[in-house]
């Protein structure tokens, strides 16, 4: 039976393509009587359940002023090449991910839902898989009672900036949906929206433990 009662959803990434989806649902959604997005920035949507403060990432996790909720939902993430290099891609897609999850711990969270990527691994000697994967691994280590990690493929949404190369990939993602939702199996093409809504269920599951959400079930 879902957890239908009143909640508080934490959510950091707001601003980016699966957290606009997840701060639209989440407002919506009748289990959530109030909604904090912090960020470094206010997303632009107001709303009666919403708090948005701005926040400096680089000093989390700050247990003098923790964040109390219900449920932390973790949507931040970065490129490398947006990153500009390595060592500031780490910081983003592990550092700020894994001091965000403390933070929420310490507040109160018992559920983090955690957006990855598929072919994450802590073993690859691949920056990026090996940082998606090496953070996941950290997260499960702070000790919520539930933790859902999930891992989308080629996200497919509006984006507030798209190059024309991006535009291409989600073109040919939506192609590939059309002709087969499973086609590329765990490196299946995602729906932002899809992956937000999924979360939410996960987030309302009367569940303990990790479970892992591989691409070729976020339909």
């Not at 969270?109 to 998606?132: E, F, I, N, Q």
Request: charged content about 25%; some cysteine; aromatic content about 6%.
């Amino acid at each position: 039976m879902p957890d239908v009662s009143g909640k508080t959803a934490l959510l950091f990434g707001a601003t980016g393509l699966v957290g606009a989806q997840l701060l639209r649902q989440l407002l919506a959604h009748p289990a959530y009587e109030k909604v904090i997005a912090p960020g470094r920035r206010k997303p632009e949507l107001t709303h009666e359940k919403l708090a948005s403060p701005v926040i400096d990432f680089d000093r989390l996790p700050n247990p003098i002023r923790p964040l109390s909720s219900d449920h932390v939902f973790i949507a931040l993430g970065t490129t490398i090449k947006q990153a500009g290099s390595a060592e500031a891609f780490r910081k983003v897609d592990h550092d700020y991910i894994v001091n965000a999850a403390k933070t929420a711990r310490a507040g109160g969270a018992t559920r983090c839902l955690l957006v990855s990527s598929a072919g994450a691994d802590a073993g690859s000697r691949l920056l990026y898989p090996r940082v998606k994967g090496e953070t996941e691994e950290a997260v499960r280590e702070i000790g919520f009672p539930a933790t859902g990690i999930f891992r989308p493929g080629a996200l497919v949404g509006d984006r507030e900036e798209s190059r024309l190369g991006e535009k291409i990939a989600i073109w040919f993602s939506n192609l590939l949906l059309h002709v087969s939702p499973k086609i590329l199996g765990k490196y299946n093409p995602t729906k932002a929206e899809v992956l937000a809504r999924h979360m939410i269920e996960a987030a309302l599951e009367v569940t303990t433990g990790d479970r892992l959400f591989a691409a070729d079930e976020l339909l």
